[in-house]
């Protein structure tokens, strides 16, 4: 996995524990599948080491937005964020940053738990706020990243799931731009 994008197992195998909880594993499960030559090796097996693969991740978001929607991959998204802070690599992080900052300027804590969380994924960068939104850019991000739609309905579900922590109700966009550049951009708005 030398650069190869990947992500906190913690983060994959805490959603997939969730996939099951939630009862959309075998439905998610199947269609992977189906769909990934080469997933039986892995879909089933422990995730070993401090990180897996993104592109298998993005592979079961994937399915789980063809299977159950994006309402259901964004609330699995929120849904995984509420996990992670109970127990999660980011949790003690996140908890005392929450008590610190009780309003929309919380956000800016994203790019910090992008680079715990991610590696060769790209560079996360705040680009502007107002009073009721805060934007990123995401920078330097693969192909493998910036097409990972399903990956992205995910994120916003847990970016919402930031924006509960910090008291706000509002949305989070994650959209890869048209200009050839290949860059995401992330907005938070309250």
Same mark, same amino acid.
């Given at each position: 996995?030398?650069?190869?994008? &990947? ?6 195998? %805490? +959603?997939?524990? =969730?996939?099951? @909880? ?13 769909? @990934? ?6 879909? *089933? ?18 399915? =789980?937005?063809?299977?159950? %929607?994006?309402?259901? +991959?964004?609330?699995? /998204? ?6 992670? =802070?109970?127990? /999660? ?14 309003? =929309?300027?919380? &956000? ?6 992008? +680079?715990?969380? +991610? ?17 990123? &850019?995401?920078? /330097? ?17 847990? /970016?919402? %799931? ?11 966009? &994650?959209?890869?731009?048209? *200009?050839?550049? %290949? ?8």
């Amino acid at each position: 996995m030398a650069r190869e994008p &990947v992500l906190a197992s913690s983060i994959a195998s %805490g +959603t997939r524990l =969730l996939l099951k @909880e939630l009862r959309h594993w075998d439905d998610v499960r199947r269609l992977v599948l189906l769909r @990934e030559r080469g997933a039986q090796s892995w879909i *089933d097996g422990p995730i070993s080491g401090s990180w897996a693969l993104l592109e298998r991740h993005a592979a079961i978001m994937s399915a =789980l937005l063809e299977c159950r %929607g994006e309402a259901v +991959t964004r609330e699995v /998204g929120r849904a995984r964020l509420r996990e992670a =802070l109970r127990s /999660g690599h980011l949790a003690s992080i996140f908890r005392s940053w929450a008590r610190s900052y009780a309003s =929309l300027t919380f &956000v800016r804590v994203v790019p910090h738990a992008w +680079t715990a969380a +991610t590696r060769h994924c790209g560079r996360m960068q705040f680009v502007s706020s107002s009073e009721r939104s805060v934007g990123f &850019v995401l920078l /330097g991000a693969p192909a493998s990243v910036r097409e990972a739609v399903a990956w992205h309905r995910f994120l916003e579900g847990y /970016g919402e %799931g930031i924006l509960d922590v910090a008291g706000l109700s509002g949305t989070v966009r &994650v959209a890869t731009r048209s *200009d050839g550049e %290949g860059a995401i951009d992330v907005v938070f708005t309250s």
